[in-house]
């Protein structure tokens, strides 16, 4: 149990377009989801968590207009990434908490390798 | 605030020989305590945690970290290791489970 995916795993897309990469819970109900970014040999750095139903809460020094974050559902949250430069390429991953467990856990998905070009 | 650090970079290892990743942090609240796995290209596995209880806890593959709250420390330790453990390996502390706080990681790799 307890397994998150994200869609797509890999994404090559032009400066200026916009990219869209979702993140969902399959077999539980994730109250909140989290984005982290994690560049070449570096730790994982938080971008934002989103709570069903609200506007997601960004950590400093992320752009919100940049990275919009939406989060509709109890099992899928959304990270679109606007005008992409090649300075946002990098590695996205989600993770999600079972609000259901009331556990300190975070389950994380498999990541998404985002290239601009 | 909360800051984890893995002393280790880089940790080079032969195969069937003992590990040691090494995990400090500082809090002024008692945390909780995570280490999560790697591979290449891939997203973050649930090695082992600590959220209360017997300070020694262990993974269904070998691998046990010890709270120890004097040293505010929290080591990985494998006795053995194999070519499939070679990975990245992060150390993460939480007060509440939202704030994950991790450190920059080490890379662990067995040699033949």
């Given at each position: 149990?307890?397994?998150?995916?994200q869609?797509?795993?890999r994404?090559?897309?032009?400066?200026?377009?916009?990219?869209?990469?979702?993140?969902?819970?399959l077999?539980?109900?994730?109250?909140?989801?989290?984005?982290?970014?994690?560049?070449?040999?570096q730790s994982l750095?938080?971008?934002?968590?989103?709570?069903?139903?609200?506007k997601?809460?960004?950590?400093q020094?992320?752009?919100?207009?940049?990275?919009?974050?939406?989060?509709?559902?109890?099992t899928?949250?959304?990270?679109?990434?606007?005008?992409?430069?090649?300075?946002?390429?990098?590695?996205y991953?989600?993770?999600a908490?079972?609000?259901?467990?009331?556990?300190?856990e975070?389950?994380?998905?498999?990541?998404?390798?985002?290239?601009?070009? | 605030?909360q800051?984890?650090?893995?002393?280790?970079?880089?940790?080079?290892?032969?195969?069937?020989?003992?590990?040691?990743?090494?995990?400090?942090?500082?809090?002024?609240?008692?945390?909780?305590?995570?280490?999560?796995?790697?591979?290449p290209?891939?997203?973050?596995?649930?090695?082992?945690?600590?959220?209360?209880?017997?300070?020694?806890?262990?993974?269904?593959?070998?691998?046990?970290?010890?709270?120890?709250?004097?040293q505010?420390?929290?080591?990985?330790?494998?006795?053995?290791?194999?070519?499939?453990?070679?990975?990245e390996y992060?150390?993460?502390?939480?007060?509440?489970?939202?704030?994950?706080?991790?450190?920059?990681?080490?890379?662990?790799t067995?040699?033949?």
């Amino acid at each position: 149990g307890a397994v998150v995916s994200q869609h797509p795993s890999r994404v090559i897309c032009k400066s200026g377009t916009s990219v869209k990469i979702e993140c969902r819970s399959l077999d539980f109900q994730a109250t909140t989801m989290f984005w982290y970014r994690q560049f070449p040999k570096q730790s994982l750095m938080l971008m934002a968590t989103s709570n069903e139903g609200s506007k997601a809460t960004y950590e400093q020094g992320v752009e919100k207009d940049k990275f919009l974050i939406n989060h509709a559902s109890l099992t899928l949250s959304t990270l679109t990434v606007t005008s992409a430069h090649p300075e946002d390429s990098s590695f996205y991953i989600c993770s999600a908490r079972n609000g259901d467990q009331g556990t300190y856990e975070q389950y994380f998905g498999p990541g998404t390798r985002l290239t601009v070009t | 605030a909360q800051s984890v650090t893995q002393l280790d970079s880089q940790v080079p290892v032969f195969e069937e020989a003992p590990v040691e990743l090494r995990c400090n942090y500082s809090s002024s609240v008692s945390v909780y305590l995570f280490w999560y796995v790697q591979y290449p290209n891939q997203g973050l596995q649930l090695l082992l945690k600590y959220l209360s209880g017997s300070t020694l806890v262990e993974s269904i593959n070998g691998f046990e970290a010890e709270f120890n709250k004097s040293q505010t420390s929290f080591h990985l330790r494998k006795p053995s290791v194999h070519i499939s453990d070679t990975a990245e390996y992060f150390c993460a502390v939480t007060i509440t489970g939202n704030q994950f706080y991790f450190g920059t990681g080490t890379s662990l790799t067995v040699i033949p």
